[in-house]
């Protein structure tokens, strides 16, 4: 079977920094004839010159100057990969910190997710900790509607492959992940090591204790989720490029609806519309776009300043909704104080990420007891709020477009809250 029949797999890979995420991606793609031994090589040499050798497969994916020289990921990597069943393209994402809004949109547009966690030792308690990204990033999949996950156990061979230390990890993670409403009986846990290679693609002999499902073969068990093709179009703008002899080409993937060339489309919150000359995906040129399809498309007439990142693109007869005001039930997860009416944190929804007052403290409930307008909110609290964007966005009803209707509450570096939209007012 070709690529062009398997069924398509946005995958996403996340966790802590440094836990092997681009390590594993890389070996990954190598294993399944994405990277040439030729390519590898280069990558190897090029590594080793700077002292970094073991960070081989890592350059498959990492290949901005300030990401090879510091050995961490800044940007999101996309790559495509078939196995028996899927066609996948795989997200590498950025585990540090200060990249979290990166990762972020890279998880906006996955249907299932890989969660690296490094059994080394210490490793996994620091991703854990409360500073860590581990439980961060799984909730922020969680919230941004990617309800498949595996856990890669990740540096098996720092842990001598002990079983012990998997079980160790993986009932730490379990408890985690079932808080954030993961469904356990979904979720996969994989003990192997992206550098050495072990349970990537092959039973290990490293692990006689393991009887589950290497790597790959997990990931053959994700499903496909539904495809809205009936619902109206809306595609978030991930990125956008100048290809010379083409011109300006937004990127994003299609969430809702269908998009086919000659289509008039409208790029909101600016308003601007343009019809569609063709679209790509991985540098094809394809008839039409669904649910699910990362794809490039080019128009007609269309500068580079009249698209941004964080954009949504729908038809001109079906214009997706620019927010005056929203109501949201939001969670209150990690925040240092309280949360008072007029607190404008940044709220990330699709690709956007817009400045949000919290205008109207609705009412609060806390463990059970709901109250009508509180005068703050503390962690652990479920609230209704009204939400004011500081400019115009595109946020729309869950029940509509959940992709677009729930957002994540970022401030002073962490997620303070994760949140559903009800209701809006559009302008
Ligand atoms: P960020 O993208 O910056 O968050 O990091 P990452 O998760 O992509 O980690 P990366 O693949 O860059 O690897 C980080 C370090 O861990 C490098 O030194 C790797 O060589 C090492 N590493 C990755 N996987 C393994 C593994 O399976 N075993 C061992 N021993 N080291 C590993
Ligand atoms: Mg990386």
Partial sequence: MSSKEKPHLNL?????????????????????????????????????LIGRGSFKFAWVLDKLKEERERGVTIDLAFYKFETKKYYYTIIDAPGHRDFVKNMITGTSQADAAILVVSAGTGEFEAGVSSTGQTREHALLAKTLGVDQVLVAVNKMDLADYKQERFEEIKNEMERNLKLFGFDM???EFVPASGMKGDNLDKKPDSMPWYTGPTLLDALDQFEIP???????????????????GIGTVPVGRVETGVLKPKEEVIF???GKKAAVVSIEMHHENIAEAIPGDNIGFNCKGLSKKDVRRGDVVGHATKP???????TATVQIIRHPSAVAAGYTP?????????????????????????TAKPDFLKNGDGAE?????????????YADFPQLGRFAVRDMGQTVAVGIVKKVTPK
């Fill in 226 to 244: 539904p495809k809205p093709m009936d619902k109206p179009l809306r595609l978030p703008i991930q990125d956008v490029y100048t290809i010379t």
């Fill in 385 to 397: 709020v009204l939400m004011i964007p500081t400019r115009d966005m595109v946020i729309e009803q």
């Fill in 12 to 48: 996403v890979i996340i966790g802590h920094v440094d836990h092997g995420k681009s390590t594993m991606t890389g070996h990954l793609l190598y294993l399944c004839g994405s990277v040439s031994d030729r390519d590898l090589q280069k990558f190897e040499k090029e590594a080793e």
């Fill in 346 to 370: 940044v709220i990330h929804c699709g690709t956007a990420q817009v400045a949000t007052r919290f205008a109207e403290l609705k009412s609060k409930t806390t463990k059970g007891e709901t």
């Fill in 185 to 187: 009986k979904k979720v």
């Fill in 320 to 326: 997706p909704t620019i927010a005056k005001e929203f």
């Fill in 268 to 270: 909101q919150p600016t």
